[in-house]
Each structure stands twice: as structure tokens, then as C-alpha cells.
């Protein structure tokens, strides 16, 4: 299989307007609702501040090629581990086999 460029890309762009993604978007991971017939794109959004703080952004098509934003606040950000005791592995061993290890 050969891919091929997109040629209307980016399929998603920095948003000005907006100052939690004003810098940059990346790092998206897509999906396919077949109930909605829709692809979900989640993806990694930066602001142009010295922080440097990123947050997630969701976007939905109903190509896979043309995007629209969800919402024009962020879907998660750093903030979040606040409301929700997430689990996290602990960095000091992650990657290496068989140390992972999940806190709360």
C-alpha cells in the first residue's frame, strides 16, 4: 500500500481565536463512531504563552477529511487531574518491562 498526501492539508489548523490552541495542534488519534457515521478526532493543542501548556481538543467529520470543532474550549486539560483521580504510571519506572506500575 502506497499513502498518499491529502492535498487540503492541514485537515486541522491552529486556531488564533482561541488561546488554548492559538499555537499549535498535533499528535491527533482518530476513530470511527459507526452509530453517529462520524470519525472523532482527539488531538494534543498548545497556546502561545511562555508555559507552553497543552491541552486536548475534539473534532468531528463526517469524511475524515473535513473537521469541525467540537467546542471552543478545550475537551481536557491539564486541570482535569483535579476533578477526576486519574490513574498515571509512574514515570520513574515507565517503559521498562515488567516495572510499570499504575497509582491513582
Not at 491541552?55 to 467540537?70: C, I, K, N, Q, W
Not at 476533578?83 to 516495572?99: F, K, Q, T, V
Request: glycine share 6%; net charge positive; charged share 25%.
Amino acid at each position: 500500500m502506497k499513502l498518499k498526501r491529502h492535498k487540503g492539508n492541514p485537515i486541522l489548523s491552529p486556531n488564533p481565536a482561541n488561546e488554548w490552541e492559538s499555537l499549535a495542534v498535533f499528535n491527533p488519534g482518530a476513530w470511527y463512531d459507526q452509530d453517529k457515521k462520524q470519525v472523532l478526532l482527539l488531538y494534543r493543542a498548545a497556546e502561545a504563552h511562555p508555559e507552553y501548556k497543552c491541552y486536548f481538543g475534539l473534532a468531528t467529520s463526517p469524511d475524515g477529511l473535513h473537521f469541525e470543532r467540537v467546542s471552543d474550549r478545550p475537551a481536557a486539560h491539564e486541570g482535569l487531574q483535579k476533578l477526576c483521580p486519574c490513574r498515571a504510571i509512574n514515570r520513574s519506572d515507565a517503559g521498562r518491562p515488567g516495572r510499570d506500575t499504575v497509582s491513582r
